[in-house]
């Protein structure tokens, strides 16, 4: 019996040790999976980058014959995975319909993971307090982005008057969005956001992340001029020579809260981000790279569209177009002082001068440059960087008569001329690392084109082949410079033809070019941004008189001296005079408005109406009549 009763108490002491260690497993299981699940760490952004990239590895290295998919399914999985890899590819390149591909790839995985009781724990976006001025524009911008499309950018300048010049404490004037802007902003629009507009911000705040341009991603593909990074700010080895300088002492000028972080410290040049809206450089204060290696990577990703070539400290930049049209620019030690990108965007499509020149009496210019173009005239479009000088060049090709093939030859394609008159006869070149711009005007020649366009004359050899161009090679050429006057256009392209030993006389070289330009048309971009075209500009060679000769025919020796001496002293004379040309402003801009200042010279107005159909003729000659035979001044 005492034994019974001892089997019975082992038996109910094993059944109680097992209970009690079933209720400690079960329990432990319970904690840890509550401790996963609250684990703070696991609904952040890095974290769901980290998640997001093994997910979608997962689905791009799969073996889909392991799966045991039948015939069409397979085929199904397969188009699926190899239209992934390549939107993977391009998608930061400026291709919107594969940046959309990826982050439906990216919203489906993180729809999937992340509970919707979690979703704030991700970004706070139930509590605005602890929204950073990042979100809280990521937040704008996605909900203006619903109405306006790539306008919401546009938008929310226009509307809140963020480009405005403000006076900073310094005292200086600058053009800056502000953390108090977007936050004051933020409150005003009183947004509300569905779940799903969550997750659409959480998306795109890991696609940038993870295969994105960072923090200038959804930025870049906004209807503005350009964006860049990495501009402003001190390097690494500003700070580390001497970082106490660079942190909390408040005596410095660039740590007051205009130039320096909240904690004092200043800014850092990964922490920087500008873009040009409207000819302005505005600075994005409250935006900035979280690293040096995240800009680094951008920099390295930004640029490489259709094979953009190694950036290496011995190739120091690049200049790229991107998928859509932009040029990109990305410089990096040891050329540059630290890691930037500039990138240039024309997204302006059917640009007429209409739309560009609105000032009081806008006609004249506009229909001036139209017999311009259709009277076969070389013109230079001349201005500073961002006075619009390829915009124009857009909207005069649209006067050139559409039976004449055009050629264009760029260091970048940035025109894209066939985007805006696809039924046009145009073909475009650029230089390469193994064809120069001078070997790419060459071929030209054999390619049957009537109009030359150089998108930009920049190099002394392709400033040379363009004045040869123009004289045999072409009806008429349209290219852009940086000269400031008419004077300097001249004697810039004199000074590339010297430099290239085409010549070695200066006075002649200099009348080569006078005798192949036509006209210049310059354009400004003032201290507001406001870009206007301060003249147009004909250029007038000067008659060049023939030397004297009649010593020839002098009796005795005596008058033949004196006869030759006279023809020596002309020649030499001829020789010092700098008056090769004239510039002759035909219209200006003076007080806000456009004024007739001279009347174009009786020659060229004869050479362009034998380039123009009969009825152009006509308009043209009744254009001059009504304006060129008036007053100087005077608009009718």
């Not at 070389?378 to 000088?389: D, L, M, N, P, R």
């Amino acid at each position: 019996m005492p034994e019974l009763m001892n089997l019975v108490l082992i038996i109910l002491i094993l059944l109680g040790l097992g209970i009690a260690l079933y209720f400690f497993f079960a329990s432990a299981k319970y904690q840890r999976e509550v401790t996963e699940d609250s684990d703070p760490q696991k609904y952040t952004i890095p974290a769901l980058v980290e998640y997001v990239k093994d997910a979608i590895n997962e689905i791009t290295r799969t073996n889909l014959f392991e799966l045991g998919l039948n015939e069409i399914e397979f085929k199904k999985q397969a188009n699926k995975r190899a239209e992934l890899k390549k939107a993977l590819k391009v998608c930061m390149h400026g291709s919107v319909e594969d940046k959309q591909f990826v982050k439906a790839f990216i919203y489906d995985i993180l729809g999937s993971y992340i509970p919707s009781d979690r979703i704030n724990t991700v970004i706070p976006f139930n509590n605005p307090f602890l929204l950073t001025a990042r979100d809280k524009f990521a937040i704008i911008l996605h909900m203006l982005k619903k109405e306006h499309g790539f306008d919401a950018l546009s938008f929310l300048i226009d509307t809140y008057g963020l480009d405005r010049l403000r006076e900073t404490e310094d005292g200086e004037l600058s053009y800056v969005i502000t953390c108090k802007d977007i936050n004051d902003i933020y409150d005003r629009l009183g947004l509300t956001l569905s779940d799903n507009d969550r997750l659409e911000v959480i998306t795109q705040a890991v696609y940038e992340r993870y295969k994105g341009l960072g923090v200038i991603d959804e930025i870049r593909d906004m209807n503005i001029d350009g964006v860049s990074a990495g501009v402003s700010g001190i390097t690494a080895d500003m700070y580390h020579s001497d970082p106490a300088v660079y942190s909390t002492n408040g005596k410095m000028p660039f740590l007051n809260p205009e130039n320096g972080n909240a904690d004092g410290r200043a800014k850092r040049n990964y922490e920087s981000v500008w873009i040009f809206y409207k000819g302005k450089t505005i600075k994005l204060d409250f935006l900035g790279f979280e690293s040096e290696s995240e800009l680094k990577r951008v920099c390295q990703i930004i640029y490489r569209y259709n094979r953009g070539g190694q950036l290496s400290e011995s190739t120091g930049y690049r200049v790229n177009e991107m998928k859509d049209g932009s040029r990109v620019l990305v410089v990096r030690p040891p050329f540059s002082e630290s890691w930037a990108f500039f990138v240039r965007k024309f997204h302006i499509r059917n640009v007429t001068l209409e739309m560009l020149i609105r000032d009081e009496n806008a006609h004249l210019p506009i229909e001036l440059i139209k017999y311009i173009v259709k009277g076969a005239m070389i013109t230079a479009i001349t201005g500073q960087q961002g006075s619009g000088k390829t915009t124009l060049l857009m909207a005069m090709i649209r006067h050139i008569y559409a039976s004449l093939p055009l050629r264009i030859q760029e260091m970048a394609f940035e025109l894209n001329l066939r985007r805006l008159y696809p039924g046009r006869n145009i073909l475009s070149f650029r230089e390469t690392e193994n064809i120069s711009g001078q070997q790419g005007l060459d071929i030209q020649k054999k390619t049957d084109g009537s109009v030359h366009i150089l998108g930009e004359v920049a190099t002394d050899p392709v400033a040379a082949w363009m004045i040869q161009m123009s004289q045999v090679a072409s009806l008429f050429t349209l290219f852009t410079h940086h000269a400031k006057t008419t004077r300097d256009l001249v004697y810039s392209l004199r000074n590339s033809l010297l430099k290239c030993e085409m010549f070695n006389n200066e006075k002649i070289a200099e009348q080569q070019v006078v005798s192949v330009l036509d006209f210049d048309i310059h354009l400004v971009r003032d201290y507001q941004g406001k870009r206007y075209i301060e003249r147009i500009t004909e250029i007038v060679e000067l008659p060049n008189h023939p030397l004297p000769g009649d010593f020839r025919d002098k009796a005795n020796l005596e008058d033949k001296a004196g006869s030759f001496m006279e023809t020596a002293a002309e020649y030499f004379r001829k020789m010092s005079d700098d008056r090769l040309f004239e510039p002759r402003n035909i219209i200006e801009f003076r007080d806000g408005r456009y004024v007739v200042s001279n009347a174009i010279s009786p020659d060229r107005i004869k050479k362009m109406k034998g380039a123009m159909t009969e009825k152009d003729a006509r308009d043209f000659e009744a254009f001059c009549n009504k304006y060129f035979h008036r007053q100087e001044g005077v608009i009718a």
